[in-house]
């Protein structure tokens, strides 16, 4: 299939979904979340043996969830907006073969959350990350609060999320959220290498230790997620929510009650 604003591409058993959306910073809307979920069960359908996940263009990974779309939402479609969010990094985290974002730019928010959902990360060192929601009135509404803390550790992931902190790439491998920082110039071959080594591999006990270890946190990260969904949605149509959105939308400092 064929996608405005989702790529999917195939080095032989490597698919690699690219979000293609350069002059919004590949901020995620629900046409190109949707072509995403497509892409990756199109990717599971045709046997990948591993899935990278990357940004096109030279600034960002995804720049996060796109903010003039939010400004407006009511509660209820903040909830929509939410499962169809989740479902994309379930997808992600459930995918049959390992999974690498190549964290090529900017990753805040969604995009940091889709990030944390793959099971492998190597970043550029260019990239920054962290979940910002907090400075638009909201909250990480597609994984981060039972991911992140799995990841980079309690402590850690509070600080992100309550003072929505943007890591550099260095910093944000000393927390554990990326396993390899590289040269901007050497990420492509990096990921590709990493990817070619997962796929020589035999695939159907790669699926069975990508099961095992998912299964760690399944009965907890379930409940949470379903927590965090009813958590973000309430916020959509708070002044905060509303202050917090429009002053991005308009370039200027939000103004909290
Ligand atoms: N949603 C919608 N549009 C976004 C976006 C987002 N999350 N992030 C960036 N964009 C758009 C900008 O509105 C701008 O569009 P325009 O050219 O039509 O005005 C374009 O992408 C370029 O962004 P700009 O802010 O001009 O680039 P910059 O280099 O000065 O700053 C960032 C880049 C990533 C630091 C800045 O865009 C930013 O902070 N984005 C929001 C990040 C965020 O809070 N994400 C979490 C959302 S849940």
């Not at 779309?69 to 994309?88: A, F, K, P, R």
Request: net charge negative.
């Amino acid at each position: 299939m064929s996608w405005k604003t989702v790529r999917l591409d195939w080095d032989e058993d490597v698919a690699t979904l690219t979000v293609d959306r350069p002059d919004a910073l590949n901020a995620l809307n629900v046409a190109t979340l949707e072509a995403m979920g497509e892409a990756i069960t199109e990717a599971a359908d045709e046997d990948a043996r591993a899935l990278v996940v990357t940004g096109a263009g030279d600034d960002a990974f995804i720049a996060g969830a796109d903010i003039a779309y939010m400004q407006d939402l009511s509660t209820t479609e903040g909830q929509e907006w939410g499962e169809l969010g989740h479902d994309v990094a379930d997808a992600l985290e459930a995918f049959p073969a390992p999974t690498i974002a190549a964290v090529n730019g900017y990753a805040f928010g969604g995009g940091c959350e889709m990030a944390i959902a793959c099971d492998l990360r190597v970043a550029a060192e260019s990239a920054v990350i962290g979940n910002t929601e907090i400075d638009l009135g909201i909250i990480p509404g597609w994984g981060a609060t039972q991911r992140l803390p799995e990841l980079v550790g309690d402590e850690t992931a509070r600080r992100m999320i309550f003072l929505g902190e943007r890591l550099d790439a260095e910093s944000a491998a000393q927390a554990g959220l990326f396993g390899e920082v590289v040269s901007d110039e050497d990420l492509e071959d990096a990921v590709s290498e990493l990817a070619s080594r997962i796929a020589e591999k035999p695939a159907v006990a790669m699926r069975a230790a990508k099961q095992a270890l998912n299964q760690r946190s399944e009965g907890s990260q379930t409940s949470g997620l379903a927590y965090e969904q009813r958590a973000f949605a309430s916020l959509f149509g708070t002044p905060d929510q509303r202050e917090g959105m429009s002053a991005f939308v308009e370039g200027r400092e939000p103004e909290f009650e």
